[in-house]
């Protein structure tokens, strides 16, 4: 039985919208942390160092202009907290910059989302809870729609003015207007019909299914199993954008093109208008997101249905578009045009930059930035490792790791490489470090045996062992211990191990195999 969701909705106002909700709201920080959606393009160490770069210029603009004192609070703000990465990121590259240890001082990071499951998982990270600890960092609910809005996790509003707003890779989370010109200057809008293939046992009216559908948006590939038909309906930009503003933006956006599609960020830019009241005379605006430097994807009268991601949609960001809203709006702009950059940017003020800003956006936005190479070292190392090119990988591994030294996970690949590349010296060094940045990104102990195994110092490696067994029993932990204890000698220990090996999986072959081969009078190792 097919089961009609919603019929020809306005794309901005789907049921898909609905689901994509919850599942932020239900997810929490495993959305990143299980890889379902990427973050590393914003989040890391480079990327950090470009903003707190920026911000350090706009400090010393507004100290300048007489609208910040030079013992005032400093408050940063990102919208939409994520993995946490970001805002441990921007603290350390504040702390490490030269000359910035005042500023540093009187600066307060500001941790927001509007799902409360996950910025109660970011608490519970030993790191983040340091930071919140030591009053550098406040985890604060904001539902980005409504923008004056801002509240303390567990307390009270936020008043203080904020200077600096960071918002990475949410515009292209927030619904967005689909709208088609034709070269005849006729206007359609995008309208999504969504249907169902139930099964028996399914409700079969609409809302009992959607109510069925999001009280569980976490489960595998929720969307893929739904069936999305797009399909674009006359309208007029009166009636698609009322605000005279929005339709403003969009004309101007897409001056001189002809027929044309454009994804309006409807929302975000209702966001960009919201938040003016919250900061200080003079702060700005960040925003960071993948999408388009140019106006080119904007030619022609084409489909272009969001991606997913876990169960949420993503959209592409139009930087032009952006730049023409702040040209409506009477915005200053600097922004990124690199069509080969991983993500763009854009820096935003309702007034105007100073000279330190100007210059600085430059600088630390050329045209192929530190974190575009970060993910081509990254990239790279990845292809080498599963191509068993293994000293290549651990090359641009260590490349990588010079840019985002706190990244625990790049450390872990870096050492499993060089564990193969026949240097397991370097991968206990390396995961020494990621233990101590990190001891969850991993199986930190289990590794450090396994290193000091194939340096030789395999009696060192059982305690490294044990100690991966005691956080989590695993049955090559098993094997890689029964291992030692035969070749050893011990071979009542040995047999131990190999039976609690295959207790856990009893076709693990290599256990199997060597305790049979204990059991015929072989040394089991």
């Not at 942390?33 to 911000?55: C, D, I, M, W, Y």
Request: charged share 25%.
């Amino acid at each position: 039985m097919r089961l009609i969701l919603e019929e020809a909705a306005p794309f901005e106002r789907s049921v898909a919208w609905r689901l994509h909700h919850a599942y932020w709201e239900q997810r929490g920080a495993a959305a990143w942390t299980s890889g379902e959606v990427p973050s590393h393009a914003t989040t890391n160490r480079a990327a950090a160092r470009q903003k707190v770069r920026l911000f350090l210029a706009l400090v010393a603009d507004l100290v300048a202009a007489g609208e910040l004192l030079d013992d005032d609070p400093v408050w940063v703000l990102e919208a939409g907290a994520g993995s946490g990465v970001f805002a441990r990121n921007f603290l350390a590259a504040l702390d490490a910059e030269p000359d910035a240890a005042d500023v540093a001082r009187r600066t307060r990071f500001i941790a927001s989302d509007y799902a409360e499951k996950n910025l109660r998982d970011l608490r519970a990270q030993p790191a983040v809870a340091a930071l919140v600890e030591a009053g550098r960092l406040v985890l604060a609910r904001w539902d980005m729609t409504v923008p004056h809005r801002l509240r303390e996790l567990d307390g009270g509003p936020v008043t203080c003015p904020i200077t600096l707003v960071l918002a990475s890779y949410v515009a292209c989370v927030l619904p967005m207007k689909y709208l088609q010109r034709s070269a005849a200057g006729e206007w359609r809008e995008l309208r999504v019909t969504i249907a169902a293939e139930l099964d028996g046992a399914a409700p079969t009216t609409p809302d009992a299914y959607l109510d069925a559908l999001t009280a569980d948006a976490t489960r595998a590939a929720l969307l893929e199993k739904l069936d999305f038909t797009y399909a674009f309906a006359p309208t007029t930009l009166a009636d698609a954008l009322p605000d005279p503003l929005h339709a403003a933006t969009v004309e101007r956006a897409l001056r001189g093109l002809g027929a044309a599609t454009l994804g309006y960020p409807v929302l975000y830019v209702d966001f960009l208008r919201g938040v003016e009241a919250l900061l200080v005379r003079g702060g700005a605006v960040v925003t960071t997101d993948y999408g388009s430097a140019n106006r080119l994807p904007l030619v022609g009268e084409v489909e272009r249905p969001p991606q997913r991601y876990g169960n949420s949609l993503a959209q592409e960001v139009s930087f032009p578009t952006l730049e023409a809203f702040a040209k409506v709006a009477g915005w200053d702009c600097l922004r990124t045009k690199s069509e080969l950059a991983t993500s763009h940017t854009a820096a935003m003020t309702p007034w105007r930059f100073g000279d330190a800003t100007r210059g600085v956006f430059g600088a630390v936005f050329p045209y192929v930035c530190e974190s575009d190479h970060l993910l081509d070292f990254v990239s790279a190392a990845r292809r080498y490792a599963r191509e068993r090119s293994f000293a290549r990988a651990v090359r641009f591994f260590l490349l990588a790791v010079a840019l985002d030294p706190d990244n625990a996970e790049l450390r872990a690949q870096l050492a499993e490489a060089a564990i193969e590349a026949g240097v397991p010296r370097l991968a206990r060094e390396q995961l020494l470090v990621g233990l101590e940045l990190d001891p969850t990104a991993a199986d930190f102990e289990f590794m450090i045996g396994r290193a000091l195994a194939h340096e030789g110092k395999r009696e060192d490696a059982v305690a490294w062992y044990e100690r991966s067994l005691a956080r989590e029993a695993h049955p090559t932990t098993w094997a890689n211990l029964a291992e030692i204890h035969a070749t050893a000698g011990r071979k009542e220990e040995a047999r131990r191990c190999y039976e609690a090996a295959l207790a856990l999986d009893p076709e693990h072959g290599d256990a199997r195999e060597r305790l049979a081969e204990l059991d015929a009078g072989g040394d089991g190792g």
